[in-house]
């Protein structure tokens, strides 16, 4: 075994002697490889702070077998990732080539060497080894390879291989070629190139539907330890004009996106392999894309936290839509609902998610400029309680049957006196709850009695049944007016509004009845 994991170990049992464990964050790595040094710089920078590694074109190999640096590599880029925290991790590859694998690998002692010096006269991180297209008759060489860089590469730097997707568990061509148990052994972490389920010359299909990602990752673990698995997921699409007998040919997402801003297309997210299909009307002819966009990389995330991976990583950078990377950090994280990540609501949206008070309305999506509607804000209020579990068996309004989603906790807001119907026998579940109604609401929510200090707004009177429910919100800051002493009472409330609302109740502390 190499130092390396007498360090980790060591640092193991020193982080137990603190009083806490450290949460240890999902990793997010990236391949670079199309375009000058000037396009990786760019791509690199775009990710938004999400990249934990890069793994730049820097490494080729000659008809020799032999290191060839390749003018992409940018010590300027190198020392400037640094900078932000990033490894730069250049990976070997015989860009499909086999007979050029081979002679890597009958070379594999000196390539080794070449490799270990240019880590170290260049201030780089590591290797990542993806040499491609030989087969199970190179499978010993492949794995020797990496055992020896291994032994020559320091310790503090890391070695990763990439391997091909595998959903059937193959031992022959290309598939045989790695022996994944001894590879996890001799390197930091493995690369599953979990995509090219379709291929150029192949049948219309998509690139990586949700089935072929995950039998991969199933096929895999059965070697490797989880840890020790990073998700590749494609930055690319393929497509097939209609009228021509060969396809299947790479794009990137954002020639994609804009051939389908630009020509008719039909786009459908397909539930079943959850991977985007667009058909495109051109000039010359009928396009059909299959491609990846924010939901279809949630959903193949989503398997990164079921299986506890190490991470994600990509194939390509630059060919992505860079808006993905205003969040990636967060779906990497088990966090998917895209709408709330630049809301002015936030963190206290999360607050809410975190303390199980609310949820999105989908897997996705949280709504926070819907109205909050009166069963939800039921819900809310027994969840506060703690007695959303506690069963009832009642039918107080017409309106609310037992099979209504909300139907337990409506009618356990109205045993504990927090919520009453609009009028008799009628609750009105999906209406528009009003901030005086939500005053009112949580005012009778709170046990302890609060100072009842009259607070003056131009549209709240004495006369009005909310009065003193909108003067003991006000007076406890939890409930606040607007701009020239205003309140607006029947104003409708926000998922969002209701979100920082209950968020100030959790800060201040406050003692409910119950």
């Known amino acids: 075994m190499r130092k390396r994991f007498i360090i980790i170990i060591a640092i193991c049992i020193l982080a137990m002697s603190f ?11 990236g391949y670079v490889y199309f375009g000058n040094k000037y396009k990786y710089q760019d791509a690199v920078n775009s990710t938004n702070n999400s990249l934990d590694t890069v793994y730049p074109s820097y490494f080729d190999i000659d008809e020799d077998g032999n290191l060839k ?16 925290g990033v490894k730069v ?30 880590i170290e006269k260049y201030d780089l991180d590591g290797v990542n080894v993806d040499i491609e297209n030989v087969t199970d008759e190179d499978r010993d060489d492949y794995t020797d390879f990496v055992r020896i860089l291994s032994e020559i590469i320091d310790e503090d730097k890391e070695i990763s291989v990439a391997v091909a997707a595998n959903p059937n568990g193959w031992t022959s061509g290309w598939h045989g070629s790695y022996d994944y148990e001894k590879l996890a052994i001799y390197s930091d972490y493995i690369f599953l190139m979990a995509y090219d389920e379709s291929y150029i010359g192949g049948p219309e ?40 007998s060969y396809g299947g040919h790479g794009a990137s997402l954002r020639r994609i996106e804009e051939a389908i801003s630009k020509y008719p297309s039909d786009v459908i997210f397909d539930e079943s392999s959850k991977s985007v299909k667009a058909t495109v009307s051109k000039d010359d002819g009928t396009y059909i894309y299959w491609y990846e966009n924010e939901q279809s990389i949630i ?20 060919q992505e839509d860079k808006s993905i990377w205003n969040y990636y950090s967060r779906w990497l994280e088990g966090e998917y609902l895209v709408d709330i990540y630049d809301h002015w609501a936030s963190y206290s949206i999360n607050n809410m998610i975190d303390n199980k008070i609310m949820n999105g309305i989908s897997n996705m999506y949280f709504a926070p400029d819907d109205n909050l509607t009166r069963a939800q804000a039921a819900v809310i209020l027994t969840r506060l309680l703690e007695i959303d579990d506690e069963n009832i068996d009642s039918n107080s309004f017409d309106d609310v049957s037992k099979e209504y ?26 209406e528009p709850i009003t901030r005086e109604e939500v005053s009112a609401m949580l005012s009778r929510l709170i046990k302890s009695s609060h100072s009842n200090d009259s607070i003056n707004f131009n549209d709240v009177n004495d006369n009005m049944w909310s009065y003193d429910y909108i003067n003991n919100m006000s007076s406890m800051n939890i409930l606040k007016g607007y701009e020239g002493d205003m309140f607006y009472p029947k104003r409708n409330l ?9 968020d100030r109740m959790l800060k201040y502390n406050i003692e409910y009845i119950k």
């Open 19 to 29: 009083e806490y464990i450290a949460y240890s964050q999902r990793i997010n790595t």
């Open 69 to 84: 640096i390749t003018q992409t590599l940018d010590e300027y880029l190198i020392k400037d990732m640094h900078n932000k």
């Open 89 to 118: 991790v250049p990976f070997i590859s015989n860009h499909w080539d086999r007979e050029l694998g081979r002679q890597a690998l009958s070379n594999k002692h000196n390539l080794a060497n070449q490799i270990a010096e240019a």
């Open 205 to 244: 299909g998509p690139v990586a539907s949700i089935q072929f990602v995950e039998n991969s990752i199933t096929q895999l673990i059965k070697y490797v330890d989880n840890d020790k698995v990073i998700l590749g997921i494609p930055f690319y699409g393929r497509y097939w004009k209609k009228e021509d």
């Open 299 to 318: 959903e193949k995330l989503k398997l990164v936290e079921k299986y506890d991976l190490k991470g994600s990583g990509s194939w390509s950078l630059g």
């Open 405 to 430: 989603w909300a139907y337990n906790e409506i009618e356990l807001a109205k045993k504990y006196g927090l919520i009453n119907g609009k009028e008799e026998n009628k609750f009105y579940p999906n």
């Open 494 to 502: 926000t998922r969002a509004e209701i979100s920082t609302i209950i």
